[in-house]
């Protein structure tokens, strides 16, 4: 799949006031652990449950303390590992970034966006006639930070690790856009331009794509009033700025074959010292993935069964059809030799050869429907698509039974009248 985070074992620890999942204890960071090489990309699931939304992120919570950062980086099979900081500032936007978030959102996408968010498309409108808006910032390493740089996900300019580690540039986080379709302007800072954030001058290094375990995060608690953009800067950096601010999510690249290890210790930490600590791994990530179509399937199962039943029915009652119209027929045949045997081994093979047929072109057209058609209209999702013809291999002896045993009934319910009173019916 190529995704560095989709392959990987995830972990949340929060740590804030409200943020993740016990507020009003003050937890809001997260813990992430990833299995298995992380190729490059980045993918995850929210830090925040809907408490966090409400009350909003405490920079200074205390889930993720030094002990259990230093003894989960010092699990056995721990390849990499990475960190997640933020900060949320007002921030006096530049002419420069008012005229780019000016060009892209026009007043054509401002007038959809009041249709489904009017508060959000007010603050826009606010941002651009005051410049007073909030900036969010991201201390950023490893993990995280090498997936939002790869190439695919930088919009606009280009990345220069060593350069980005001195703490003289910034990324800007650009909107969530078609990747691979070029835009005349993205609405957020040119790279190059020189932007003031918390006092200090940062270059704009890239723009790159809004990742979603690292910007899926609920607001600071005491922010969310303006419009805002993001930037990334090294954690080094970020750690200087807002030292009183604790790790908000902590990333661990773990190899296969200590992947229970790891979960063991955060099973049993989560048992004996925090029951709340929000946890993303990829089993959880399976269990979700599980729940949320478990009804989905049921209802495809069922779906699928009421069709089967009524392509069996149909398929019986064509059959009787066929015999109980012809019982004139088959009585005159009776009556110039054709022996009661000869007669039922006849109608048995009419129904073999009709069952034949109809799983043959059952067989041929499933194949092309789900080979072609839906493996196309699923390629390229989250799901990995699994071609089988299971179903109609569990059918067929079903239908060569039926195939078998109407046209057998049928025979021994005309046999029940003579071969004269069937010559005499209409």
Partial sequence: ???????????????????????????????????????????GKSDATSEDYVNGYNPQGTTLTDSLVEQAESQEGVEETGHLYSAQIDWQMDEDTLRNVAAFYTEEKLADWETYDAAGAQKLRNVLETGDGSAILYGLDGIPLEAITQDQYILEGSFDSAAFASGDYVLALGPSLDLGTEYPVLPVPSPGSIVQLN?????????????????????????????????????????????????????????????????????????????GLPISSRQTMADQYESQTRSSAVMGNAVSVVIAL???????????????????EFAVIQSIGMTKRQLNRMLVNEGLYYAALTLAASYLISSLAVGIVIRAMVEGGFTTFRFTLLPLVLCTPLLLLFAILIPYLCFRNLEKHSIVERLRME
Avoid at 2 to 29: I, M, V
């Fill in 1 to 43: 799949m190529g995704n560095p985070l989709a392959r990987a074992f995830s972990y949340y620890l929060r740590d804030s006031g409200c943020c993740p999942l016990r507020p009003q204890t003050g937890q809001t960071a997260a813990f992430h652990v990833y299995c298995g090489k992380y190729g490059r990309g980045l993918t």
């Fill in 199 to 275: 006092g200090r001058s940062y270059t704009v290094m890239a723009v790159v794509y809004p990742l979603n375990p690292v910007t899926q995060l609920a607001v600071q608690q005491g922010e969310g009033e303006k419009f805002d953009l993001s930037f990334i800067i090294p954690v080094d950096t970020f750690r200087k700025q807002w030292p009183d601010h604790t790790l908000r999510k902590l990333f661990l690249n773990v190899d296969d074959s200590h992947l229970e290890a790891v979960q063991s210790f955060l099973d049993d930490y989560t048992e004996a010292v925090d029951p």
């Fill in 310 to 328: 009524v392509g069996v029915l149909n398929f019986i009652n064509s059959m009787v059809t066929a015999i109980v119209s012809r019982k004139r």
